[in-house]
């Protein structure tokens, strides 16, 4: 990293030179070209796009910059690709292929609007409170296309933790100061005692953003008052809840947000060591939070006296071993002291005896990044966000079957169906929406009939499902609600550490019977088995994974016991999923022989020859459905 | 353990110090680089770190990263998070268990490949997906399972028959089921 003269940072001015670099390596007087690199969109082609517009700007001896940015959460048009001309919007494109991306290269400084996604005239930071805007005359629009602020998916978007992702080069330390960061730290460390600073959290109300939504301010109170040496901070970024990415968004787009949260964090409780505690499952997250950890022991903002103050902190990540339960606090502590993961009784809480048996405190990803922004607006303005019990904003990842496929961030207390069906734009072919999925396998499946409900911590709990830690997976009437408890069972199943009889034993007796009911060998008297084995579940064991883990039953028998009965009584899967009750067969109406399915067919169960009617021997179909996914003629059907 | 590994292990053990927090990061190590964790460096592992085996063991057991066998050239990674669950990743799992041949410990007979569910790799607005090696794919319909995973599949010897259609599997007689979805 180059040493802009400043090197140990020890004032504000000291920021003021960098953030002057960031700035300009943000806002170049020559045009600049953006891909969005985070572990999504690399999956979606953009390592190749990326190379593309390299090459093209070097085989052209183009003078553009250009540049990698993190994920901006609109997930369903990946890869993204952004042009920035000095003095004009933004422009974002869409589903860029090497070659689209070449041709719009080529074509500048003409935007090509036929191809384009959306305009950014300029942008809100929550961090300062300022509005930037790129515009240096007025706002021309393009044809046809809208801007970021008339979008449904971004307009009801409050950005306090996603502030800077898919804005600054995550790689970029410059670029983060640029926007403000690492002020917030200075504001702490130079003009608060450790007291204000745990106060001013207090204030914001704000509950902790890894599921189980405990007042953060407490947890730090307690840890700053709770006797013993050394303490340490943790980044519990062990996103486990299948379905939920928001973590990984904010590592990978963001990094120096969470280590400036937990700098913060670190000074207000008396800590002097920060471990961030990453899933092996998110390489790149590993990587950047690396780098990011070089980045400020090199500007000086860890280690020894940062900022002068005489306060000191390190930070080191460790990389988790593949292990679900290791999100439970006490396990996770127990992986990081190189032991198996495996829960131990609360109290005493890891804020008093925690990590090698010294106070701890452990807060998500999220929660440390909504720490600089707190410091810097004070608690009353982020408390004057949400709802009463619950402040601020939440990101959540927005999946499944949803045409906006999205990683968004909202004021608590949106309503379910806003996110839906506004943000979300609905279910894609208009099929209908059946049920929200939130919380992961602790939470639950809310029904279309109640998403007036808004999103807070309370609200969802009420309805039988929890806020979690941000995973909202829609479902349509292709879901079977009996073979999606059935699905977070056998993840429960896999998962439980096996320390209690009760999560262990209990988990598979569920599992059991479901899939006795899913295979139309239920009877009703298993209904009744089921709230009973989930009471015993819950009641009984000693973490969270445990006390929670038939919210998936509970869920689905409460809202859908219809479809539960139907498995049941009548041997049908309405939503034609579970497989051993449903049949595949070819409509010789439509069937024009063209052979695709006996191509694909897992069972080599089609018969018939080309341009002839294809037949299913039904004793040989294993049910996998890919005749009808590959045929184009609708002539599979399923019954 | 054979001699090569061993001498693989070794250097490795010598990067960590001896405090019993490094027991996971060395068996990361040591599994980056043999791809499984053989007894023998269980062993060591125990002996430098001065805990008992049954405690590596233990821990080398209950973390999925970890495998005591070892694991094909290729390491295949089904995500069955829920976003994969509701667009068919349990179909996809059973396609790339079929097309790779695995047996049920999820490696194939010839080592090409170990093939894997895994819980969400957080791409779920690309659901399905599969991650092979260190390349994520997205939206992996289970009809494209076997066009990707031709690329990964060792090439045929060069007679003039496999020159005619290099990339193509040897069971793929059955005319290539990739791209067509």
Known sequence: MPNHGAYPLRSLEDLQAVAK??????????????????????????????????????????????????????????????????????????????????????????????????????????????????????????????????????????????????????????????????????????????????????????????????????????????????????????????????????????????????????????????????????????????????????????????????????????????????????????????????????????????????????????????????????????????????????????????????????????????????????????????????????????????????????????????????????????????????????????????????????????KEVVQRISEGHGVEADLVLLEELSWMVREVSLCGLGQTAANPVLSTLRYFREEYLEHIDHQRCPAKVCRQLITFAIDPVTCNGCGACVQVCSGKAILGEKNKLHTIEQAHCTKCGACMDICKFDAVTVN | MPQAELEQVEPLLQEFDNTRANLIPILQRIQATCSYLPQEALRRVARKLQVPLSDVYQVATFYRCFSLKPRGKHLVQVCLGTACHVRGGQKVLERTQVETGVDAAGTSADMQFTVEAVRCLGCCGLAPVMRVDKTTFAHVAQTKVRGLLTRYRPRKPATSEAEKTPAVPPESTLVQGGDHA
């Open chain 1, 21 to 510: 670099v960031g700035r300009q390596r943000m806002s170049p007087a020559q045009p600049k070209i953006m891909v969005g690199m985070a572990t999504c969109g690399q999956a979606a082609g953009a390592t190749e796009v990326l190379k593309a517009v390299r090459e093209v700007v070097t085989q052209d001896k183009l003078p553009y910059v250009v540049s990698e940015t993190g994920c901006i959460g609109w997930c369903s048009q990946e890869p993204l690709l952004d042009i920035c001309i000095p003095g004009r919007p933004r422009v974002t494109y869409g589903r860029v292929t090497p070659a689209r991306a070449k041709q719009i290269i080529r074509a500048l400084p003409e935007p090509k609007p036929q191809w384009a996604l959306a305009t950014m005239p300029g942008d809100e930071n929550t961090l300062t409170g300022l509005y930037t805007s790129y515009l240096t005359g007025e706002d021309t629009p393009l044809r046809g296309v809208k801007s970021y602020r008339d979008l449904p998916l971004f307009k009801r978007q409050l950005r306090i933790v996603m502030r800077n992702c898919g804005l600054i080069d995550p790689a970029s330390f410059e670029e983060y100061i640029a926007r403000g960061g690492y002020t917030a730290l200075w504001q702490a460390l130079r003009t608060q005692t450790p007291q204000q600073v745990v106060d001013g959290i207090t204030k914001s109300g704000i509950r902790g953003r890894g599921g189980a939504g405990f007042p953060t301010g407490r947890k730090w109170q307690t840890v700053r008052e709770a006797p013993g040496s050394p303490k340490y901070v943790i980044c519990n970024a062990d996103e486990g809840d299948p379905g939920a990415y928001m973590d990984r968004g904010v590592l990978e787009g963001d990094p120096h947000s969470v280590l400036e949260g937990m700098t913060i964090g670190a000074y207000a409780i008396g800590a002097s060591e920060g471990i961030i505690y990453v899933r092996e499952e998110y390489p790149l997250a590993v990587a950047r939070m690396k780098d990011a950890i070089q980045q400020s022991e090199t500007a000086g903002l860890l280690g020894t006296n940062i900022f002068g103050s005489g306060f000191g902190f390190t930070v080191r990540v460790v990389t988790g071993a593949g292990a679900f339960v290791c999100g439970e606090e006490t396990a996770l502590i127990r992986s990081i002291e190189g032991k198996v993961g495996e829960p131990q009784q609360r109290p005493p809480y890891p804020a008093v005896r925690g990590l090698n048996g010294k106070p701890t405190c452990i807060n998500n990803v999220e929660t440390w990044a909504n720490v600089p922004v707190i410091v810097a607006r004070g608690g009353e303005w982020f408390a004057s966000i949400g709802t009463p019990g619950s402040k601020g904003t939440k990101v959540f990842s927005l999946v499944g079957n949803i045409e906006n496929t999205a990683l968004i961030e909202v004021p608590m207390g949106t309503t379910l169906s806003e996110i839906v069906y506004e943000i979300g734009g609905g279910i894609p072919g208009n099929r209908e929406c059946k049920a929200i999925q939130t919380g992961g396998p602790s939470g639950g499946c809310i029904p279309a009939s109640k998403f007036d409900l808004p999103v807070d911590y309370d609200s969802l709990t009420a309805a039988g499902s929890i806020m979690g830690s941000g995973g909202m997976i829609v479902m349509d009437d292709h879901t079977c609600m009996v073979d999606i408890a059935k699905y977070f069972l056998g993840f429960l199943e896999d998962e439980s550490c096996g320390k209690c009889f009760s999560c262990r034993e209990g988990t598979q007796r569920l």
